[in-house]
């Protein structure tokens, strides 16, 4: 069993470790578009970016409860920082779920010491529908062929590696691809609207040739089955990345409404101010206590994760684009300028809405589940 004191004594240091990386910074990257390599390397090499990760493979073991607080404490810090955590999480936790024995100690030990990677599911035709996806993986001999182009994939242009779903056989397969594998040219996506440096691109695979170990286990199963996993871990971690935007909104907006003077008193002191306080302030509760409920479950291998995860991820991210609405509408022209924590949050929420999973799939899925539990 593991020791909860020593993983919150994990998450502090690590915590501790983001603050001072990423101290006030966040605003420039964003204004460059992109991340200090640099940064990212000292953070993936002391396990921060997959902070679940076992130890024996160089990780920090942490809980889905202690990583999710983690990634909510990078998240009210920089957004950008965050989607690299939640990318990074992801393709770890694709080996570590889909993996044989020597493919985790091999990868889940470069994912630990420096190296980044990001997972590709999306196409220029196939979002939401990945049914639809049409890059393939066939055997030759004891080579696997890739070919195939990957749309909007999070630290693409700064990845080392990336874990890469397409159709296999009647099937689909996850494949471990290294991006300075010939074949592969990666093109970042200019001017994103939200997680500006998080390093977003494109990927061309053509006739990518790599060893037959390099695919995963589980292919030829359908693809919902392969994806389902990682997808549970995204959306668990934008969830509580999202928890962390409205605390940077709750912090900025609350310390704005207590300094500025209007009308001969304190912006708070106006009952229209002081509402938007409010509805900030359960907008965060509600979410982190779904986040901590979808962590909950997953700790406890619950049957109820995959849900649990959805309905964190919807609440959070519409929580999230509206609270960051809230705070713009706060601190009104001081909102409104492009790099402060507000602005950003203001854009970096809503794409929350739309990444794993957009709001209206979220629905979709909990729909059904309604109606399976209570009709």
């Not at 994990?10 to 915590?15: H, I, L, S, V, W």
């Not at 570590?96 to 990868?107: D, P, V």
């Not at 995959?306 to 601190?331: F, Y």
Request: hydrophobic content about 45%; proline content about 3%.
């Amino acid at each position: 069993m593991s020791d909860p004191s020593g993983g919150r004594s994990a998450r502090a240091d690590a915590e501790q470790l983001a603050t001072e990386l990423i101290g006030d910074r966040a605003d420039a990257w964003d204004r460059a578009g992109e991340l200090p390599l640099d940064l990212l390397r000292e953070l993936g090499g002391k396990g921060v970016l997959c902070a679940q990760v076992p130890a024996e493979h160089g990780g920090l073991g942490l809980s889905s409860a202690d990583n999710g607080e983690l990634t909510a404490h990078v998240g009210s810090l920089c957004s950008s920082v965050r989607s690299v955590m939640t990318s990074q999480g992801m393709a770890a936790w694709t080996v570590e779920r889909l993996g044989s024995e020597e493919q985790k100690a091999h990868y889940l030990s470069l994912l630990t010491s420096g190296r980044l990677a990001g997972v590709a599911f999306s196409e220029p035709g196939a979002g939401s529908d990945l049914g639809a996806m049409t890059t393939t993986l066939r055997t030759e001999g004891d080579t696997l062929v890739l070919d195939g182009r990957k749309a909007w994939i999070t630290v693409g242009a700064y990845a080392d590696l990336l874990v890469v779903f397409g159709r296999h056989g009647a099937g689909a397969g996850a494949v471990v691809v290294p991006t300075d594998a010939p074949g592969v040219t990666v093109e970042r996506v200019a001017d994103p609207m939200g997680c500006r440096a998080a390093g977003h691109a494109n990927v061309t695979f053509d006739d990518v040739r790599l060893p037959a170990d390099s695919l995963l286990g589980g292919a030829g199963l359908p693809v919902d089955w392969l994806v389902t996993s990682a997808l549970t871990f995204g959306r668990v971690s934008v969830a509580w990345g999202c928890v962390g935007i409205l605390r940077a909104c709750l912090r900025a907006a609350a310390s704005h409404a207590a300094t500025r003077r209007q009308f001969g008193s304190p912006l708070a002191d106006h009952q229209l101010v002081a509402r938007h306080l409010a509805e900030l302030h359960v907008a965060q509760e509600a979410s982190a206590r779904c986040c901590e409920q979808a962590s909950r479950c997953w700790d406890e291998n619950s049957p109820e994760l995959v849900t649990s995860a959805v309905t964190a991820k919807h609440l959070a991210a519409g929580n999230a684009a509206r609270g960051a609405t809230a705070a713009v509408q706060v601190l009104a022209s001081a909102g409104a300028q492009d790099g402060g924590p507000v602005a950003r949050a203001y854009r970096d929420a809503k794409l929350m809405e739309i990444i794993e999973g957009s709001n209206e799939i979220s629905q979709l899925l909990l729909g059904k589940h309604a109606l399976a539990v209570w009709s």
